[in-house]
């Protein structure tokens, strides 16, 4: 069960501006760098976003990460077709038990 | 080239073990600490383990924890993961992968293509 709450799913039509969120808690988001990954169907998650808000060469600027107390967001600008995926946010949790890597629930976008 | 290619998955009775490696190239494997994430079938992300480039700390997740066990052979630039009294809920296609690190400037990942484990009778 995870501990990072996203919602299920978004949608968008072309050019529009998609935005998912991400709520954790003082122990994850709260204390720690938040990332957000892409999954494609049918293949391996990739990193879009690291450090709440900097981007990996490549991923292009209409990705932005963005950080508040115990919540994060994700928004895509000027969305286009091929950005139809999963998307999950993740962060370190210093849980009881010892460190924690913990991934969102994910969010499904659709783009219509 | 950098790549991250997994073996060792398959079908496995519950209570069964089986052991998990990833083959790591094009990188200095030995520099970085690495990860396992699985993945259930239509499910979402769940991260199993991560173990310190030098194996001196290794962190579990609690659905896990006592059963599996990470690890690494820096001299054959490869991560394992024994899976010990494996149940149904196991089943997942299991990827190893280097992530950013919790504490440091790299931005780079690396992710295996994934290997399938079904726990079945």
């Known amino acids: 069960q995870s501990v990072l709450t996203q919602p299920p799913s978004a949608s968008g039509t072309p050019g529009q501006r998609v935005t998912i969120s991400c709520s954790g808690s003082s122990s994850n988001i709260g204390s720690n760098y938040v990332y957000w990954y892409q999954q494609l169907p049918g293949t391996a998650p990739k990193l879009l976003i690291y450090r709440n808000n900097q981007r990996p060469s490549g991923v292009p600027d209409r990705f932005s990460g963005s950080k508040s107390g115990t919540s994060a967001s994700l928004a895509i600008s000027g969305l286009r077709s091929e950005d139809e995926a999963d998307y999950y946010c993740?962060?370190?949790?210093?849980?009881?038990?010892?460190?924690?890597?913990?991934f969102g629930t994910g969010t499904k976008v659709t783009v219509l | 080239q950098v790549q991250l290619v997994e073996s060792g998955g398959g079908v496995v009775q519950p209570g069964g073990s089986l052991r998990l490696s990833c083959a790591a190239s094009g990188f200095t494997f030995s520099s970085y600490g690495m990860h396992w994430v699985r993945q259930a079938p239509g499910k979402g992300l769940e991260w199993v383990a991560f173990?310190?480039?030098?194996?001196?700390?290794?962190y579990y997740a609690d659905s896990v924890k006592g059963r599996f066990t990470i690890s690494r052979d820096n001299s054959k630039n490869t991560l394992y993961l024994q899976m010990n009294s494996l149940r149904a809920e196991d089943t997942a296609v299991y990827y190893c992968a280097k992530l950013p690190p919790r504490y440091g400037d790299d931005a780079f990942d690396i992710w295996g293509q994934g290997t399938m484990v079904t726990v079945s009778s």
């Open positions: 993740a962060a370190w949790d210093d849980s009881l038990s010892g460190p924690h890597y913990v």
């Open positions: 173990i310190r480039y030098d194996g001196s700390n290794k």
